[in-house]
């Protein structure tokens, strides 16, 4: 079946950087398009960035120019990089992944991994 695994989350002070990972086992990787979304305590899942098939990545205002998302076919994984990170970025991290977008409702999932940025 397929599963999608975060890593690389933990605890970091404001202006500090994480590189998240997704390893992505079960599917043909290079011909989904995947990304990221967050989940701070109290609010709703929402986008962060995602990379197409094709490459073409995609980010939310929020992150816009912060976090970078790349992927290695070849490692069936995906990655978020992140730099500058606020207080507010604080939330579970989760991969998504999907044969068309993840914009929108994304298919597969993974369980999430926890980033907590302190002031």
């Known amino acids: 079946q397929v599963q999608l695994v975060e890593s690389g989350g933990g605890l970091v002070e404001a202006g500090g950087s994480l590189r998240l990972s997704c390893a992505a086992s079960g599917l043909t990787f290079s011909r989904y398009a995947v990304g990221w979304y967050r989940q701070a305590p109290g609010k709703e899942r929402e986008f962060v960035a995602t990379?197409?098939?094709?490459?073409?990545?995609s980010y939310s205002d929020s992150v816009k120019g912060r976090f970078s998302i790349s992927r290695d076919n070849a490692q069936n994984s995906v990655y978020l990089q992140m730099n500058s990170l606020k207080p507010e970025d604080t939330a579970v991290y989760y991969c998504a992944a999907d044969r068309q977008t993840v914009i929108t409702a994304p298919f597969y999932w993974g369980q999430g991994t926890q980033v907590t940025v302190s002031s």
């Open positions: 990379i197409s098939r094709s490459a073409v990545t």
